[in-house]
Nanobody, 114 residues
Framework: QVHLVESGGGLVQPGGSLRLSCTAS???????MGWHRQAPGNERELVAA???????VYGDSVKGRFNISRDKTFRTVYLQMNNLKVEDTAVYYC?????????WGKGTLVTVSS
């Protein structure tokens, strides 16, 4: 069974930076890892994802500002968020794929406000 531990959320001013991390425990490394987010009243949306070969994909609203990376074991994924905007405020969820099954974290709140 895979267990996800997310960290790094918090309050930051517009223009600031935060780094989220998500570590997956279990016997098998995920084949893909990523982050989604959901703001109040909105649907959950893709922020960024990285697959085993290192290919990355980003949501249009974060391209050029966010960067996703992983450690060598492919157990921990990072989301470096720069030049944060008020509209980036949301609960950020880690998602990993193991044997074709998507597993979600509990989420970490990111608030961008002056």
């Amino acid at each position: 069974q895979v267990h996800l531990v997310e960290s790094g959320g918090g309050l930051v001013q517009p223009g600031g930076s935060l780094r989220l991390s998500c570590t997956a425990s279990g016997r098998v490394s995920p084949s893909a890892m990523g982050w989604h987010r959901q703001a109040p009243g909105n649907e959950r949306e893709l922020v960024a994802a990285i697959v085993g070969g290192g290919t990355t994909v980003y949501g249009d609203s974060v391209k050029g500002r966010f960067n996703i990376s992983r450690d060598k074991t492919f157990r921990t994924v990072y989301l470096q968020m720069n030049n944060l905007k008020v509209e980036d405020t949301a609960v950020y969820y880690c998602k990993v794929r193991v044997y074709g099954e998507d597993i979600w974290g509990k989420g970490t709140l990111v608030t961008v406000s002056s």
